[in-house]
């Protein structure tokens, strides 16, 4: 039996959760116009980012329909976002880039040819163009801060008990507004697997450090999964390809009494983030649009 992948963000009622400083960041969704939520994150080492996008009509989110498509736009590169459900409104795809200080653009563009390549339509919306929609012409332009990159752990370093601390480092920068913890544990059990994320903010600025015990990511006892809160799980979806099919949050409610869970061993992605905000656009009354730069390391917990 497998257990299907699971986020627990920003619940501190869960022991798995971190619980850490608040969202300055990320501003809700307005109830009135149009409101974007975007992260653009470049991970250590790579010249292609991730990026991820949602937009909001009246504090609805909207799905793009007939022509209307998501790009974005790097300084040698274009890219159009894709839904990751059927018209889930939510959207991602990797951009090349050259050069990371010209930060990335994102703008909703009426392009029927492009907009029928990898989407899912009823087939009466298929057939039917309406010309542009009212979201077509909305651009924000993202930019990236300082890299950062881990100096420990190292990678695939081994941990034996939840007691232990994990200390997660790097070289500071004053080119921060926040940092973020994320974490994607998967646990293995003979065929039976569980997985799930974790993600917060540690400090509006950069503390350089951060210590974590094994505990606190895999807990022993009494631990259930829930819906995550759509504004932070950007950050959990974003940090590759573990969790790229599901849409941002909207995963299915599953317990998991992990006391019954007989663990082999876990492997433990954990995702430093340095983020800063940008400008919305002319005309956007809500969101965020976060650029961030991560670093990553892979450790594992064998009891």
């Not at 994320?197 to 807990?219: F, K, N, Q, R, W």
Request: hydrophobic share 40%; proline share 5%.
């Amino acid at each position: 039996m497998r257990f299907i992948p699971l986020l627990c963000v920003l619940l501190p009622a869960l022991t798995a959760c971190y619980s850490g400083e608040s969202d300055s960041l990320r501003a809700p969704v307005s109830n009135e116009g149009v409101s974007v939520t975007i992260q653009a994150n470049l991970p250590a080492g790579l010249l292609q980012a991730n990026v991820a996008a949602s937009y909001f009509q009246d504090g609805r989110k909207a799905a793009l329909v007939a022509g209307d498509i998501i790009v974005a736009k790097s300084d040698t590169d274009s890219a159009i976002l894709r839904s990751l459900q059927n018209l889930s409104g939510d959207y991602s795809t990797v951009v090349d880039l050259s050069d990371a200080t010209a930060g990335i653009e994102f703008a909703v563009d009426f392009d029927p040819v492009a907009a029928r390549a990898d989407r899912w339509y009823p087939v009466d919306e298929l057939l039917v163009d309406p010309g542009p929609g009212e979201l077509v012409g909305y651009r924000t332009q993202v930019a990236f801060p300082e890299a950062i990159v881990l100096s420990s752990p190292l990678s695939n370093e081994i941990y034996t008990t939840r007691s232990q601390e994990i200390v997660l480092s790097w070289t500071t920068s004053p080119d921060t507004e926040q940092t973020r913890f994320t974490s994607v544990q998967t646990c293995f059990s003979g065929s039976r697997e569980v997985q799930w994320g974790t993600s917060d903010i540690l400090s509006s600025a950069d503390p350089g450090s951060h210590t974590v015990s094994v505990g606190e990511l895999i807990p022993s006892t009494n631990f259930v999964n829930q819906v995550t809160n759509t504004l932070s799980a950007l950050s959990v979806i974003i940090v590759g390809s573990i969790l790229e099919t599901y849409s941002f949050g909207l995963i299915g409610r599953q317990d998991i009494k992990i006391e019954t869970f007989d663990l082999e061993y876990c492997t433990l992605s954990l995702t430093v983030f340095r983020e800063v905000g940008n400008d919305l656009g002319a005309d956007i009354s809500g969101g965020f649009a976060i650029g961030s730069t991560s670093d990553t390391v892979t450790v594992e917990y064998r009891p």
